[in-house]
């Protein structure tokens, strides 16, 4: 199971970390460091479905005063002693037996893992790292694993001075303190500082919210550079794994560069990271997965479907964007970013805009063939509302002998040459985007 690859991973890092001696053992680290922090008290730090430290404790069972989580503890020992494997002593593993929820994982191999992997299983899901939809990524860089274990403490303390918190959240701890250590307002000194979490009521009781899965990678992209591999998972009554996802940074890493160097002028709002970072994504971490890699296209901002053409992406409504407050100059200003960076041709801004211009030119100028200032917008509705590239150029083609037909016919020429069809939509609408602007501003 991957959750011992991972616990054997950061065992070997820990080791060298705190000189221990090359045979210190999965089960040492369990009983000396695990234990005391995660089960020896009255709040756990997590579950494991079906787990010894999730079961009741008969008082009968209590011999000359033995505390209950010492009890749990021995009876894990017996059952990973006497080779009893399930999830709940191997985490990760198969069901106990074929009736069970997870039986799907029932192997008839002789495959018998030993001690020092069944314990090396809790440790590493305990550096999972939990994301919106339920979802648990387990990365393998040093760095984090060292980390997120060094945030384990934290965790205790934070349960420890907020009683009325659900307890059992490891993962979801692990995906905050992530992307805190990993923020402009970490000190290592003081590692409270700055550190906020705005609680949220989950089935009756407080618990700490999930951080959303574009908001840890985002926080990845200020420390590592290239592609990482995350394996994403949930355990539960029903396992659901979604493999090992390549997540490319640096496409990620983009748009800040692309807002640092590019478009915002000083009329406009300009993002800083932390706006850019919190961005909602129209994708869910599953559907993100579901396209191989996650990189740029994974992070679609939520709503910019809305106003894109309708008909030319699933979902899209064809929305004129309207400016009604600074958060809404904000979400406009992201939506661009995102756009541009797609189509990874910064000229293409200058070309939307010099499409929107004829099209403003267009809807204002008189003419000489009678047609109406309603008509003319018509014409223009029935341009940036055009489904793909060849509707687009049939459309634009009235405005040709009306306004500055070398302006449009280089227009219609770059945008044949410069952009993929696929991508075609995302140009589209940053034209709307454009046509929107320059109304405003005639």
């Known amino acids: ?47 494991v479905h079906g787990s010894t430290f999730f079961q009741a404790v008969s008082p009968n069972s209590l011999i000359n005063g033995e505390k209950e989580s010492i009890f749990r503890l021995n009876r894990l020992r017996e ?5 009893r494997l399930s999830g709940s002593t191997y985490v990760g593993y198969a069901a106990g037996g074929v009736s069970a929820t997870t039986s799907g994982q029932v192997t008839n191999l002789d495959y018998s893992p030993n001690e020092e992997e069944i314990y090396s299983s809790w440790v ?7 994301i919106s939809g339920g979802f648990v990524m387990l990365l393998q860089e040093d760095e984090i694993l060292i980390s997120l274990f060094e945030g384990w403490k934290y965790y205790r303390q934070y349960l420890r001075q907020t009683p009325n918190v659900k307890n059992k959240q490891i993962e979801t701890w692990n995906g905050q303190w992530l992307s805190h250590l990993l923020s402009d307002d970490f000190n290592k000194d003081r590692p409270f500082d700055g550190f906020s979490v705005e609680i949220t009521e989950v089935q009756g009781n407080m618990a700490i919210p999930t951080k959303a899965w574009s908001m840890v990678i985002f926080a990845l992209t200020k420390r590592f550079q290239g592609k990482i ?78 106003f894109m053409p309708k008909g030319s992406v699933d979902f899209a409504q064809g929305k004129d964007f309207k400016f009604s407050d600074e958060n809404s100059k ?27 211009l004829a099209l403003i030119e267009y809807a204002n100028k008189k003419l000489d063939d009678n047609r109406g ?27 040709l002998d009306s306004s500055n037909s070398l302006i449009v ?10 952009i993929a069809s696929d991508n075609f939509p995302l140009f589209l609408t940053l034209v709307r985007f454009q046509y929107e602007v320059q109304k405003v501003k005639s």
Request: proline letters at 2%.
């Open 1 to 47: 199971m991957y959750t011992s690859y991972i616990g054997k991973k950061f065992l070997k890092l820990y080791r060298e970390k705190e000189k221990k001696p090359h045979d210190y053992s999965a089960k040492q680290f369990f009983d000396e460091v695990f234990f005391p922090l995660f089960f020896d008290d009255e709040k756990h730090l997590m579950h």
């Open 79 to 83: 059952d990973i002693k006497n080779n």
């Open 124 to 130: 590493g899901q305990a550096l999972g790292i939990g």
């Open 229 to 306: 591999t995350a394996y994403a998972y949930n355990l539960s009554q029903t396992n659901t794994t979604l493999g090992f996802i390549n997540i490319y940074l640096p496409e990620i890493e983009y748009l800040y560069e692309l807002k640092d160097k590019l478009f915002l002028d000083k009329s406009e709002v300009v993002l800083n990271r932390k706006q850019i970072s919190e961005l909602e994504t129209f994708y869910n971490f599953k559907s993100a997965c579901k396209m191989g890699t996650i990189g740029l296209k994974a992070i679609e901002p939520r709503g910019l479907r809305e």
């Open 330 to 356: 904000n979400i406009f200003s992201l939506y661009k970013l995102w756009i541009i960076a797609m189509l990874n041709k910064t000229e293409l801004l200058q070309v939307a805009d010099s499409t929107a």
């Open 373 to 399: 200032k309603k008509d003319k917008e018509q014409d223009v509705r029935k341009i940036i509302e055009a489904k793909n590239f060849k509707e687009f150029a049939e459309q634009i083609k009235i405005i």
């Open 409 to 418: 016919q280089d227009i219609v020429q770059k945008a044949y040459v410069e």
